[in-house]
């Protein structure tokens, strides 16, 4: 092929191969698109198999806590005993008067303390003072009486002395002329005389031994009516110191509603009390663990009233009984079972007396506690 043939089949070639050269727009830089990039096989087996271990770890874990605090709570209850089922009392004592009668005097307020003999209320005394007046004048009569029936009674002894006298006397002379009227010195008249003189004598002294009998009955009635006056006077009297009603303790009015004019009537509560001197705590605990405690077992108690105080107590008793069902009887506590329609493991009252009790804390009767008891 000559050299004028072969230059433009070279040149052709040479144009077809060649690339065209790239456009203004084309020379920007490309964005090269994300291909998201695959973990090996052999690291996200592994990153799977660290997270199921620490997933097994953090179970295990929380299995073991649960297991461990229900150890201690098994174990708890063979070290200490604790409840909220407990509450601050005392002795709620139901003042009533002796007599009856309609009340003058209220000296004392609502919620007031008071200290034992303090004047609580006052009953009317007039018909009482009446009565005793009465009496006291019947008295003074029967005293009167009873003087008169002495003096009779002395009087009447006199006479029966001298009765008496008289018929040693007689006698003596029948005696004397007996002997006298067989010998047949002493006529038959003489004899019937001192018979007679004999026989009236021991009458009249019969008769005088009667008298004073029957003085002395009247003086021993007349005595009699004079101890029961008395008797009855200090009945009234007593009755007239009753009318003034007087604490029988150191404590608290509570829910006064007593007012002048009421009428009191005998036995019927007027003012209730709350005892200063006996207060405790009652805390009801379950009986799976009282077989742990005995009297004398010390124990905290949380008073809600003053939260942040535990105070220092000690077991004064433990029931030994508690009735079965709810009933008006008050010598058995009764212990509720049930709560919330849940039934309760069934619990028995112990007491607890606290211990060097701070004089800043003012007891409530009724309020609430929490105790904890070591065994």
């Keep these: 092929m000559s050299e004028r043939t072969t230059h433009p089949v070279l040149r052709e070639v040479a144009s077809a191969a060649a ?10 830089p490309a964005v090269i698109p994300q291909v998201e990039a695959e973990a090996p096989p052999s690291t996200a087996t592994t990153d799977a198999e660290t997270d199921t271990a620490r997933y097994r770890r953090r179970v295990l874990l929380v299995l073991s806590a649960i297991a461990l605090a229900l150890l201690l709570y098994w174990a708890s209850g063979y070290v200490l005993a604790y409840t909220d089922d407990a ?17 003058i005097a209220v000296p004392i307020t609502d919620n007031e303390a008071v200290t034992k003999g303090t004047l609580l209320a006052e009953i009317d005394p007039t018909p009482f003072q009446l009565e005793l007046a009465k009496q006291q004048a019947k008295r003074v009569e029967a005293e009167a009486q009873l ?28 005696q004397r002329a007996q002997p006298i009227a067989k010998a047949g010195f002493l006529s038959r008249q003489a004899l019937d005389t ?23 009955q009247m ?4 005595d009699a009516t ?23 303790t150191d404590g608290t009015t509570t829910n006064l509603t007593l007012r002048v004019g009421d009428q009191a009537v005998t036995n019927e509560p007027l003012v209730g009390l709350v005892d200063a001197h006996a207060w405790r ?52 506590p009764y212990v509720e079972p049930t709560t919330d329609w849940v039934r309760l493991e069934r619990r028995f009252p112990v007491t607890l007396l606290l211990q060097n009790p701070n004089e800043n804390v003012i007891l409530h009767m009724g309020s609430d506690a929490r105790t904890v008891l070591f065994y």
Excluded: C
Aim: no cysteine; aromatic share 6%; proline share 6%.
């Design 226 to 248: 004079v101890k029961a006056i008395t008797a009855e006077i200090a009945y009234l009297q007593w009755q007239l110191d009753q009318t003034k009603v007087l604490a029988p």
């Design 87 to 103: 509450y601050v009392t005392s002795d709620f004592v139901n003042v009533a008067p002796y007599v009856s009668g309609r009340v």
């Design 19 to 28: 690339p065209e050269p790239p456009s203004p727009a084309s020379l920007a």
């Design 281 to 332: 705590i009652i805390a009801n605990y379950k009986e799976s663990v009282i077989r742990h405690m005995q009297v004398g077992h010390p124990a905290w108690v949380w008073l809600d009233a003053y939260p942040w105080h535990v105070h220092r107590a000690v077991v004064q008793g433990i029931a030994r009984a508690i009735s079965r069902r709810k009933t008006p009887n008050t010598l058995l």
């Design 194 to 216: 001192a018979t007679a003189d004999a026989q009236e004598a021991s009458a009249t002294l019969a008769n005088a031994e009667t008298s004073v009998n029957k003085e002395r």
């Design 219 to 222: 003086e021993a009635l007349h």
């Design 147 to 174: 003087a008169v029936d002495h003096d009779l009674v002395k009087s009447a002894k006199a006479v029966r002395d001298a009765a008496a006298a008289r018929a040693r006397l007689a006698n003596d002379n029948l």
